[in-house]
């Protein structure tokens, strides 16, 4: 990429996750829609650093000038200058890795603040309705009137976020949601929280509901069926549930799926997302027909006396490739208007 691509500003986006690193570009001076541009993706386990993995990505998309701007959504607390990346080797100092990528500035964010940012900006064909209830799309960079949403997502972990919309601002609200201790619902459950709990003294929605929780998850059916664990991957797990609707494998990923709804009605009593809860994160794509045929959206309404205000809440899973880098754009477009 060479500056004569650009009408404003080039800023450089960034995505890191527990397992995957992504980079893009954005061109400041397209405000309406974010264009991403430069789009790659590389293993975390490639590279010793995050600057390591920055410089690559620079010069491998042929950027011919160190933005002066970056924008990183990062899997991780975002609390002072020390980051640490959950579930990744990485951890950096804000303003060392902004001098020594030589930065004029730098926002760090946690990855589901950034997605939650890229809400305003998703079109109805990223979004699929998960249940009955009428979605609402929150279309637009400064949507009307004010509204509350809430973002789920299993990955390497669980990220929660929210979106507030207030006066046509978007406001980002962090959360470690994902690591609340997951409520059993019935005897079944319990059992399965006694063989989790084996390993781990203390299980939150995160030890379940995540690439590494369905592992948890199929390992703790086993041990409560008396069932040899034959399955090694989440990917082995969810193909032979496709396959065999008697076996273990089909009962983990049913039961995945219900647990991820009722925590994602957690969610949203939690941030009184009333108008939206969206799903997230790499699962997905996998998890949709899932989610639509199982017990998602059950257990999800299942709240109680807030069963009525809960069946009224839409189900969104995101189907956008680039939720995370989007989101960083939304946030460096942001940036980018108040500094005008």
């Known amino acids: 990429m060479s500056p004569g691509e650009f009408q404003g500003e080039p800023i450089l986006l960034a995505d890191i996750g527990g ?3 992504r980079f893009a570009m954005i061109d400041a001076g397209k405000r309406n829609d974010p264009v991403l541009l430069g789009i790659r993706r590389y293993p975390v386990t490639q590279f010793e650093s995050l600057a390591a993995a920055i410089r690559h990505y620079l010069q491998e998309a042929g950027v011919a000038a160190t933005p002066r701007r970056a924008v990183l959504g990062v899997a991780a607390p975002v609390k002072g200058d020390r980051i640490a990346i959950t579930n990744n080797p990485w951890t950096f100092s804000v303003e060392e890795l902004r001098s020594e990528c030589r930065f004029d500035s730098l926002a760090v964010i946690n990855d589901f603040s950034a997605n939650s940012m890229s809400l305003p900006y998703l079109q109805a064909a990223d979004v699929k309705a998960i249940g009955p209830a009428a979605p609402i799309v929150a279309r637009g960079p400064a949507p009307a009137p004010d509204r509350s949403f809430a973002v789920i997502g299993p990955g390497t972990g669980l990220g929660v976020g929210g979106l507030l919309i207030r006066d046509g601002r978007p406001i980002p609200v962090d959360s470690e949601g994902g690591h609340t201790s997951f409520a059993p619902a019935n005897a079944y459950e319990f059992a399965i929280l006694e063989a989790v709990q084996q390993r781990f003294e203390r299980v ?11 592992m948890n998850l ?9 069932l040899a664990a034959s399955s090694a991957t989440p990917e082995q797990v969810t193909a032979l549930a496709a396959g065999d609707r008697a076996g273990a494998e089909f009962r ?8 991820l709804g009722a925590c994602a009605g957690d969610v949203a009593l939690m941030f009184a997302a009333w108008d939206g809860v ?11 027909p899932w989610l639509e045929s199982g017990g998602f959206r059950r257990r999800f ?10 069946q009224a809440v839409p189900t969104l899973a995101i189907l956008h490739p680039d939720l995370g880098l989007l989101g960083a754009a939304a ?4 940036d980018h208007s108040s500094a005008r």
């Open 19 to 21: 397992t995957n690193a």
């Open 204 to 214: 939150s929605y995160e030890r379940l509901v995540c690439g590494p929780g369905m």
């Open 218 to 226: 199929y390992r703790a059916v086993c041990a409560v069926e008396g």
């Open 252 to 259: 983990t990923l049913a039961l995945f799926c219900e647990i």
């Open 278 to 288: 969206y799903l997230a994160g790499g699962m997905l794509p996998t998890l949709v």
């Open 301 to 310: 309404e299942a709240k109680g006396r807030y069963r009525p205000t809960l």
């Open 331 to 334: 946030r460096a477009l942001a």
